[in-house]
Structure formats: C-alpha cells, structure tokens
C-alpha cells in the first residue's frame, strides 16, 4: 500500500490584527487578564468582504506551491470548518470554483477544533480504498463572524485564519500518516455551541435579539474537557503503535489555551519545546488552529525528515483527534 504524506503545507491570516490592549477599549477586561488566563496576546479579524472561502483559498494556493502540484492534480477537496460561507453550498465547492479545480468531489467537515484531524483520517481513508492520488484537505474558520464581541468571557478567545495540506501517495514506505483515533461524546456538546440558526431553531426576531447566533460556552466545563482528553487521545495513539513518548519530535496541539498545553506537557512528560504554540499571535482559530501551526513550524525550520509528529485536537461537539505523521 502507497504511504501518503502530506507533500505541501500553507496558510493564510488576515491582515488585521487585534490586540488585546484594542479589546481593552472596547469591552471590561485588560492585556494582563486575557494573557495570564489564556497566552493570548493579539489575533487576526478578517474584514466585512472576507469569507471563509477567501482565507481557505490563501492557504490553499501555498499548500499547491509548497507541493509543486498544478491545480489539475487535485482529486479530492475537503473543507473543516464549523463556519462556513453558507448553508449551502459546501465551501469546498466555493474554494473548487475560486481555484479553478477540475470537478473533483469536494465537501466540508463539520467536527470544530478537531476537524483537521477529522479530515486527514477522512482523506487518507478514501484514497487508500479508491483512486484519487492527491487531496487538498483545508481547515479555515472565521471566526469572528459567530462571536458576540461584547462578551468578554469568549471574544478574547477566537481568531480568523486558514491552514491547508496537500495529501498525496508516495512510493516510499514508511513515511507519512501513521495512524489516527476520532472521537466523540455528543452528551455534553451544549456547553460550546451556536444555539440558533439551524433546522431546530430556525432564525427569527427574537433568535436575533436574543444573541442565539453567536457562540456560547461554559469555559469551566470545556477546559475540564480539554485537558482530560489531549492526554486520554495522546497516550492512546502512542499506545496503539507502541511509540513512546520520548520518541515524538514535535507535538503540534489545538492552539486553545496555554495552560492546556502545558497541562499535557507535564502530564505526557515531553517537554514543552517540543511542543508548537502560536496561539499568543492568533488566538483559537479552531479548525484552522493546528494546520496554521504546522505551516509555521515547517517554514521555520522545526520539522526534518524523519520526524515524529503528533497532531492531537479537541473541541465543540464534544470532539477529539490525533494524527500521528512520520515526516517524509
């Protein structure tokens, strides 16, 4: 069987920044608050003509450079994202338009901070049982499009950004997506949540005025969460493929909270630069988060060949990933 490697990375962020001292001015709250509670210290906002599909193609087209594959080569699109231009169509389908893509399948992924690593297991499941040989797999949010900027307690938190990879075969063996673990336990999903604007309670005046359209989330119990299972879901993948955790070269976590991540450090017991934080310039961006991070990591010099790297993820749903990649 073809190993299949991830052949080209890139993102995409706005040009906006907000800081927190910006926040400051506008809402009750402080630059010391927001980064000791969370190790954020600024994120980027996209404008009023930006949509999601515009950062997912961004990321898209340096992914398809990092690769050196012509937009033709591509056989498959898959979006995560939990917000999407529209209803419908797919915003896979927007980003094929605005690419130029051959009429390949595309579809979005609905799995929030852990969609990434949903759709590189969806992907790397589909090529290894049909025909397609190279798949642009996208994780773009803008997520200040669902978030109630007056609410200090979840407007500090979230940023607007895409990450994309080119998945491909290869002929070398041994390379590439080891193994992955999904997850989900949807009992507990009201406590991260948009309330309104779906088929169960379809928009109205008072779905409006009552701010239903925009992101909810009971902090206390999703850290709770976040904690207990980015360590559960690593120890489990290392497990699975009897890989220690010394073994892991990089660890490039959902970019939430800086205690979590420290948190799994210490828990894991790996050091914490091995572990890729960028969370401090972009804030939560969701399914954006860890394919932003990898992007990062590898233009900087942290990733070589033959590395051992961990993707692990977290989020609304509840959901949780992890991806473990063995560096072409």
């Known amino acids: 069987m073809a190993s299949l490697v991830l052949s080209g990375v890139g993102s995409h962020a706005p040009s906006r920044i907000l800081t927190n001292e910006d926040l400051s001015r506008t809402i009750d709250t402080t630059d010391e608050w927001i980064r000791t509670r969370t190790g954020i210290r600024e994120r980027r906002v996209a404008g009023p003509s930006e949509a999601t599909s515009d950062l997912a193609v961004g990321a898209a087209r340096q992914a398809l450079a990092a690769s050196g594959l012509a937009a033709a080569d591509i056989d498959l699109v898959i979006v995560a994202t939990i917000t999407p231009d529209k209803l419908f169509p797919s915003t896979a389908c927007i980003v094929q338009a605005k690419l130029g893509l051959r009429p390949v399948p595309c579809f979005d992924v609905e799995a929030a901070c852990s969609g990434f690593c949903y759709i590189l297991e969806i992907a790397a499941s589909l090529m290894r049982c049909g025909t397609y040989r190279h798949a642009l797999i996208i994780g773009a949010e803008k997520m200040s499009s669902v978030v109630d900027w007056t609410d200090r307690s979840t407007c500090v938190l979230f940023g607007d950004g895409a990450?994309?990879?080119?998945?491909?075969?290869?002929?070398?063996?041994?390379?590439?997506?080891?193994?992955?673990?999904?997850?989900?336990?949807?009992?507990?999903?009201?406590?991260?949540?948009?309330?309104?604007?779906?088929?169960?309670?379809?928009?109205?005046?008072?779905?409006?005025a009552a701010k239903e359209h925009f992101l909810r989330m009971n902090g206390k119990e999703v850290f709770k969460f976040a904690v207990?299972?980015?360590?559960?879901?690593?120890?489990?993948?290392?497990?699975?493929?009897?890989?220690?955790?010394?073994?892991?070269?990089?660890?490039?976590?959902?970019?939430?909270?800086?205690?979590?991540?420290?948190?799994?450090?210490?828990?894991?017991?790996?050091?914490?630069?091995?572990?890729?934080?960028?969370?401090?310039?972009?804030?939560?961006?969701s399914a954006a988060s860890i394919p932003l991070a990898l992007d990062e990591a590898l233009r900087a010099g942290r990733i070589r060949s033959g590395d051992l790297i961990l993707l692990v993820a977290f989020g609304a749903g509840l959901t949780w990933a992890a991806n473990l990649i063995r560096w072409p």
Not at 192 to 200: I, Y
Not at 259 to 270: F, P, Q, T
Request: charged content about 20%; overall charge negative; proline content about 6%.
């Open 228 to 285: 207990t299972v980015a360590e559960q879901v690593t120890r489990e993948i290392l497990e699975k493929h009897h890989i220690p955790a010394s073994e892991l070269a990089l660890v490039i976590p959902h970019q939430a909270n800086l205690r979590i991540i420290s948190h799994m450090a210490e828990k894991l017991g790996i050091p914490e630069d091995r572990f890729v934080v960028n969370l401090e310039r972009y804030g939560n961006t």
């Open 163 to 208: 990450g994309a990879a080119v998945l491909s075969k290869s002929d070398t063996p041994h390379v590439g997506l080891i193994g992955s673990i999904l997850g989900a336990d949807g009992r507990n999903g009201c406590v991260l949540e948009v309330p309104a604007g779906g088929s169960a309670k379809p928009a109205t005046t008072e779905t409006v």
